[in-house]
């Protein structure tokens, strides 16, 4: 019977509240992820800023993860290897589950945890897409039946940039299956050298002005 009471009483107020127009609200959890230029200080003491170096260690990539550790996030590979993007993703992925403590960097440079440190919230790569300054600006399209313009620029292997995308997916029309990451690595490396060798290019691996011309116009790679 008083349980009863207490729930009408209840009831009368809720609508006593709603009836003057207040709000109800419940306080939500704050959760913010460090602000991109910390992961900027984080890359260039770790590695210079370098997403590909490899520098014979056991630590790869812009955040220098060693293979255990990139494995306990879901890393695929060696971290170098892998994309920008990528990388970006399992660097908060890895703050995520521990804060910044992997990092000797994190505590030369004094950074502070917030409330998504050890959080164990798995990321998507949604929430990790500010942390490199976003994702690359899609490449110009090219014109119906023609090719795009030569970039100006000669990749090498461990380049990222808008181009190298184009590039992949129209080496797709030969099966080479990219999905287009803008990356050059061990995959773009395979199809230049192939691409270079069936036009009687020199096979330096270089993605220059007369291999970026042969993908569109020179024979198939065998």
Same mark, same amino acid.
């Given at each position: 019977m008083i349980q009863n009471r207490r729930r009408t009483v209840a009831r009368i107020l809720l609508l006593a509240i709603a009836a003057m127009g207040l709000q109800l609200t419940v306080p939500a959890l704050a959760s913010a992820d460090p602000a991109s230029t910390a992961w900027a200080k984080l890359r260039m003491c770790e590695s210079s800023g370098r997403y590909a170096t490899n520098t014979g260690n056991g630590y790869y990539g812009a955040y220098q993860f060693d293979l255990p550790t990139w494995r306990s996030v879901g890393g695929a590979g060696r971290p170098d290897q892998a994309a920008p993007a990528e990388q970006d993703y399992r660097a908060l992925y890895l703050y995520r589950m521990r804060g910044w403590q992997p990092w000797q960097c994190a505590g030369m440079l004094k950074l502070t945890g917030d409330a998504d440190a050890r959080s164990k919230r798995v990321p998507t790569y949604a929430d990790s +897409?500010? /942390?490199?300054?976003?994702?690359? =600006?899609?490449?110009? =399209?090219?014109?119906?039946?023609?090719?795009? =313009?030569?970039?100006?620029? *000669?990749?090498? %292997?461990? $380049?990222?940039?808008?181009?190298?995308?184009? %590039?992949?997916? @129209?080496?797709?029309? #030969?099966?080479?299956? #990219?999905?287009?990451?803008?990356?050059?690595?061990? !995959?773009? @490396?395979? +199809? *230049?050298? $192939?691409?270079? @060798?069936?036009?009687? /290019?020199?096979?330096?691996?270089?993605?220059?002005?007369?291999?970026?011309?042969? +993908?569109?116009?020179? !024979?198939?790679? @065998?």
């Open positions: +897409a500010y /942390i490199g300054g976003g994702p690359a =600006p899609a490449p110009t =399209p090219p014109p119906p039946g023609g090719k795009p =313009p030569w970039p100006g620029v *000669v990749y090498a %292997f461990g $380049d990222c940039a808008a181009p190298l995308k184009a %590039f992949q997916l @129209r080496m797709n029309a #030969f099966g080479y299956g #990219f999905t287009g990451t803008g990356c050059y690595y061990e !995959k773009t @490396r395979t +199809a *230049v050298l $192939d691409l270079q @060798r069936a036009n009687g /290019i020199k096979d330096s691996g270089l993605l220059g002005p007369k291999t970026w011309e042969a +993908a569109w116009t020179g !024979k198939p790679p @065998r």
